[in-house]
Nanobody, 117 residues
Framework: VQLVESGGGLVQPGGSLRLSCAASGFIFSSTSMHWLRQAPGKGLEWVSTISTGAGDTTYVDSVKGRFTISRDNAKNTLYLQMNSLKPEDTAKYYC???????????WGQGTQVTVSS
């Protein structure tokens, strides 16, 4: 399993970023995918999940209406569009495949998102 996140950076409050995750080493189209995040000094937090065919998406309450998860099964790529970013969204963001809670190898190395003026 290889998951490589990109797209993080420094953005002002109210700004937007789009994270991408390139997946390989497993059948991407056959598994639900997830975004997780870890803020400085805090534990890992689940952010969002998308089903195999992208028909079902779920979000943690704190990002509902601001973040959108999507996937392109033809490109083996997962996305997270983040709008109206807040300082409390500052964290390292990880993409993960189902089973991530039991296996650290099912997450990527993460991409840092910093929201600050």
């Amino acid at each position: 399993v290889q998951l490589v996140e990109s797209g993080g950076g420094l953005v002002q409050p109210g700004g937007s970023l789009r994270l991408s995750c390139a997946a390989s080493g497993f059948i991407f189209s056959s598994t639900s995918m997830h975004w997780l995040r870890q803020a400085p000094g805090k534990g890992l937090e689940w952010v969002s999940t998308i089903s195999t065919g992208a028909g079902d998406t779920t979000y943690v309450d704190s990002v509902k209406g601001r973040f959108t998860i999507s996937r392109d099964n033809a490109k083996n790529t997962l996305y997270l569009q983040m709008n109206s970013l807040k300082p409390e969204d500052t964290a390292k963001y990880y993409c993960a495949k189902t089973g991530w809670s039991r296996n650290r190898n099912y997450w990527g190395q993460g991409t840092q998102v910093t929201v600050s003026s």
